[in-house]
Every structure is written in C-alpha cells, then in structure tokens.
C-alpha cells in the first residue's frame, strides 16, 4: 500500500494490489482547492430598520475545483434571502443550528463558480448590526473515493490502507480539509447599549479593519481613532461633544469609502457608529 501526492491535481492516489484484479487506485481529494474571495455590501432601511447584506463572490484564477457551497455565518437572525439570477439555479438554505446561510448552484451548465470567475447577487435582510464573520466555501470533487472495501480487499489490505491513511492525514493535513475560511461582514445582534462600550467596540472594529486589510492607510487610522478617543473621552461628561465627533468619524468614514476604506469597512464602522449616536 502506497500513498502519494499529485501535486498537478492537487490529490492523494492510494495504491494497491489486488491479486485477483492487480493494481488498484483510489484518488482522494479534498474540498479544500478552491481560492475564494468574497465581497460585501450592507445598505440600511431606515423605514423598517433592516439591513440588506450583499454579497460578490468568485474563485480566483488558478483554484483546482469549481467552488460548489458558500456558507456566510449570520448570529443575528436574517430574512428574505436572495440568489444570484436565475435563483431557480441556486440552492439556498438556513443551517439550523449553526447561524449560517449557504448557497449551493444545482442547475445549469456549470454547477458553482469556476476559477477566475464571479458571481454577483447573494445576499440576505436582517435587523443585526455589521460585524465580523466567517464565511466558508467547499470545491466540488473531480473524482470519487473509492477506499479498499470488505467485499472486495482482504484484511491485510484493509489494516494496511488505514495505517497509510493515517500516515498521509499527518504528512498532508492541509489536503484533508473540508472548508475554506474566509472573514467578510454579517449581522450581528447588538449588547445591550452602553455609551462608553459602543465606543470602544468601534475602536475595536477600525483596528479590525486594518487587520484585515480593509482600510489601507495607516494616517486613516490614525484619524479615525483620534476621533473616537476624543468621543470616548467625552461620552460621560458631554455628550453632545460626543455625539458631534461621532458624526464626524462617520463623516470621515462616508468620505474614504472606496478609496482607503473598502465596503467592508464602511459598513462596519458607519452602521455601528450610527447606531451609537442614535442611543446617545
């Protein structure tokens, strides 16, 4: 029993003897080969007081699979999902359980997002605030797994696949993923309010947002921190002076939205700033 990796298809192929059949393969490949981007959008309904989530999704030239299932994690309740179009193509469902929505293509001529390509018009309705979450993606399988069986290996060749197995699971970890795991934007059910943690929360986020690459420029930072030490420093003694520094971090944030803030950003930081002066 051999193992070895294919590094062109990106597989691990078993090898056997069978002294009835001779040489035997099995190929296993993971859901993992896939190099997923996300992109997210959030606009807020005023009237109803919901957001509208959306989401851009494609898989970057060079992915071994087609990506098959999106996953986006929401631990606020959403509403009134949505497909890219035809929606009669896509498969869309709650996780019950795991606060998550996921979208699956299962008609059309391709069935998911081929490498280089992306697909517009995800999104769900929810009443959470913009925050941090992941969001997984899974490639279809070219090929079936077809391990040694009972019916057809004896036990020798059925203990010594597993020991292999076993091995090759410890040489090439990364091969035996399920998901890939990327960070985007997704509602998130606020604590109960208190002024000074709003604040810092949204200090929180700015340097969340660096992190992640979603604001480029560190004199950005610099500013829109400047903006909330100052109204965290205010926000017990003067709230109005508060209150007006906050519009001017939103301010500033509208300002730099799709120059040195990414959406992701933007949403991130408006919403939850508005959503503190509007409890101030």
């Known amino acids: ?14 090898e056997w003897f069978n002294p009835q059949t001779g040489k035997q393969q099995a190929t296993l490949e993971s859901f993992n ?21 959306t989401y851009q999704i494609g898989n970057l030239a060079g992915a071994k699979q087609i990506l098959d299932d999106i996953d ?27 606060n998550s929505w996921s979208w699956s293509k299962v008609k059309g001529d391709v069935r998911g997002i081929p490498a280089g390509q992306t697909v517009s018009g995800f999104s769900f309705k ?53 998901a890939v795991t990327r960070k985007t934007i997704g509602p998130i059910d606020p604590p109960a309010f208190n002024a000074a943690s709003a604040i810092q929360n949204l200090i929180t986020l700015v340097n969340q947002s660096k992190a992640q690459g979603w604001i480029d ?13 100052t109204a965290q420093s205010k926000v017990g003694t003067d709230k109005a002076t508060a209150k007006n520094t906050l519009n001017a971090f939103m301010n500033e944030v509208s300002a730099q939205n799709g120059k040195h803030l990414t959406s992701e950003a933007y949403a991130l930081l408006y919403f939850n700033a508005q959503y503190a002066v509007n409890h101030l």
């Open 1 to 14: 029993m051999t193992a070895t990796y294919d590094k062109q298809n990106d597989w691990i192929v078993f």
């Open 33 to 53: 080969s896939v190099n997923p981007v996300i992109h997210a959008q959030v606009s807020f309904d005023s009237a109803s007081g919901a957001y509208t989530y």
């Open 72 to 98: 986006v994690k929401h631990p606020s309740a959403v509403f009134d999902a949505a497909s890219p179009s035809p929606e009669s193509d896509w498969y869309s469902t709650e996780n019950q359980g795991q």
């Open 126 to 178: 929810s009443k959470g605030l913009p925050g941090i979450v992941n969001s997984t993606f899974a490639g279809k399988r070219r090929v079936k797994f077809k391990p040694p069986s009972p019916d057809r290996e004896s036990i020798e060749v059925q203990q010594s696949f597993n020991r292999v197995y076993k091995a090759t699971v410890a040489q090439y970890p990364d091969k035996f993923g399920t």
């Open 217 to 229: 420029n560190d004199g950005i930072v610099t500013s829109l921190l400047a903006k909330l030490n």
